[in-house]
């Protein structure tokens, strides 16, 4: 037995803390023409992290704070992809944000605390630890979407963003609240003990659960409270799009199991909690679909697609079992891949003073470049969920998962809408391949950006014929979890 | 020792591969080595499956040179292959249009060479995973993969309207898959966590379940083959697809359909199957019909050509779900002439196309003056298509009429107006475009064929008159197929 010191669990967490801190005073003597050395003490965090996360994962969950932080399988998982998907986006945005103005210190402050807040999320085992989480990422999100000051367009997402968030935040606490008078305690375990002996009231556990439910909503963008979704994707700069687009989802992913599964997984409770899901699920199937099809900007498009994405993740979840939950974490995790690669093309096809977000600008892209139409054809074809990408699979575990649990008719609706779906993403080939460009400007990104595109969009194809390892990674990171 | 080679495999992956090299090596510069590395990798692929023939044993049933690997192990998914006498003819006819294909897309693709090569490499390779699968999703994911090249075929290289013929032909198909996805996870969930089709095989399933099961599938391979009302994407599909867009399409992708039907609809669900043959026959007998009359009054030839072809696959269908021996053999025989003489006919239709621009008859006339070789294959192909004695056309045919005496007269009554609606569009086409006097200055400056065409056409002519003298080599691979088929189909699976 290997000696385990009471901090061990979150040993990460608390190096990235120390290396923010690091990196605050470093910055001040740093120039702006050297402003490269704060992105590679960044990066050298994040893989810092990554290291960590990685030697000090066990199957067995450990607990430290007195309970409140838990380290497991999930977590280690979740944290690991969370440590790649930002580093990836700060490659991708790296020349993006210097064309803007924008690659200062704050700008690397500002990501890593909201990396810092999603992973104290990922492994809260207590309802404040949770809420902690979730409020740490999301002001460092709002301030994000509102970096580019003279932006009439940003800072009005950015407000949008936060009055919205704040009051999402606030139903969630007031759900929480209610827990604890229901219950006597804040802890999820101990939470998930008194609900399964019946000693709560069941009628303010489901009036909590509402609450819950709607905040969760809103931190995923599913429908009824997607609202912010297409302004603040829209309006905020794309590095900050693709941030907001990718690791955060993990991490409310990740809020969902801890609080809805682990905390509220009672069989009385879940019957309640799928009846909402299934409502929000159809709807953001519907809407994002649907409405993703009037969409002229690209940025807009794919905020659309998020939605009807978030749907199909609900629909994982809502089967409420472990075969769901690990459909659920496999598409989450291939949607954060497809949606780094996406919104990085957006950022690879820009340059200075120009944004190349609107659809148009994606017009005969096979001309000008054949291998990025070609990365993108891989991504827009595995968003669409089409054999032999990944897309195809994640959205096959996710229906499997569906079926198992008897929501036959559940399944028949999703792909129906995931037909529609297939329509605006096969848009999008079309203007690649089938149009003439009008833009001619050659497209010269740096050589890391160059080299993780390619990564990327193959990966669309290599996860599609070799998906099990991937697969296989989730579901067993469920089951050591839960 | 070639025993010990994977054949299914490589009949799989060679294509897939050569046409990753031609998209690697190739430019537009360098377009004379795509057009190399594309033939040889299409030559290859069709040597390695002439052995699956020699080795096939006819007398053997069940499946043939099995290979097996897991896959995804979470889903108990695995990589098996296997093959019986109706999948031998179909990766057979697939390998050797794809030959065909390349040699026909030799100087007439002048953009983007490489990309086009490789399109039909990747479509040839996961058109024969989709002859050889015996797991459901296997089956299933190349299935759907042929899309993505198709769609681009037509797309990048096709006519004026292709950008919405192509985004119909994919959404149309694409509607038709996923309820058949829907159902094969039912049956996942079903046979206890597994897609192999051999399980499915032995799975019991109530008649409600089958016919629901089978509705899901019809609406895929119905789109597919394509069956009255689920066609009208075909004609604008062929009509705007590049010359061997509409090859593949014609001979081996609308085949995909009817073989969905045999490999899966039929032995998973008889009694769905039987339950809901009236209607499936139903719908054949007016594509038979009623399309053959749609087809009587088309001005463009390609589109002629597009509703032939859905009336010859009624007659498919109409063949497979009259449960017999003859119906069935002619359908799998019609499904093979079908691929040789409609891929000869597309041909014939794009070697004027290259040369006139058009494909309106009414801008022929009086060919045969200017292109007498060329008119004799033509009118070799026609006669084809319009079920002549002597060509491959008829034998599928006759067999198929044969069967559907046996079940019901006025089925075969019903089918048997093909032969004179089939002669009357075919030969009334032929006669407007190849005789007469000379239409026009364009028709009078036309070349007869090339040595390429010649060759792509004359190996098409004998094919299509071996199989009609002399079938025999195709019929006997099939006896031993159909009959445990129609062993399946007869065996009421209700538990």
Redesign the interface.
Known sequence: MPYITPLMPAYPELFLLVMVCVILVVDLFVSDDNRIVTYALTQFALAGCLAITFLTSSAQPAYTFSGMFVDDLMSDVLKLLVYAGVMMMLVYSRAYVAARGLFRGEFFMLVLFATLGMMIMISANHLLTLYLGLELQALSLYSMVALQRDSAVATEAAMKYFVLGALASGMLLYGMSMLYGATGTLEITRLAEIIFYGVARDVVLVFALVFIVAGLGFKLGAVPFHMWVPDVYHGAPTAVTLFIGSAPKLAAFAFIMRLLVQGLGAERLVEEWQQMLIVMAVLSLAIGNITAIAQTNLKRMLAYSTIGHMGFLLLGILSGDLIGYGAGMFYVVVYVLMNLGSFGMIMVLSRSGFEAENLEDFKGLNARNPWYAFMMLLLMFSMAGVPPTVGFYAKLSVLQAVINAGYVWLAVIAVLFSLIGAFYYLRLVKLMYFDASQDTAPIEPHGDVRMLMSANGLAMLVFGIMPEPLMALCIDSIQASL | MLLGFPLLSLAIWIPILAGVLVLVTGSDRNAQAARLIALAGAVLGFGVTLPLYTRFDPLASGFQFMEFAP?????NVNYHLGIDGVSLLLILLNSFTTVLVVIAGWEVIKTRVA?YMAAFLFLSGVMNGVFAALDA?LF??FF??T??PM??II??WGGPN??YA??KF??YT??GS??F??AL??L??VSGGSFSLLDFYRLPLSLPVQVLVFIAFFMAFAVKVPMWPVHTWLPDAHVEAPTGGSVVLAAIMLKLGAYGFIRLSLPILPDGSHYMAGFVIALSLIAVVYIGLVALVQADMKKLIAYSSISHMGFVTLGIFIFNAQGMEGAIIQMISHGFVSGALFLCVGVLYDRMHSRMIADYGGVVNTMPVFAALFMLFALANSGLPGTSGFVGEFMVIMGAVKANFWYAAAAATTLVFGAAYTLWMYKRVIFGAVANHHVAALSDLSAREFLVLGLLALAVLAMGVWPNPFAEVLHTSVNDLLNHVTQSKLP
């Open positions: 896959w995804i192990e979470s889903f990309q999703l299933y994911v759907e993969s899309l993505i769609f681009v797309g990048v292709r950008v192509a985004v994919f959404l694409l509607l996923l309820l996805l829907v996870i039912y996942y969930n």
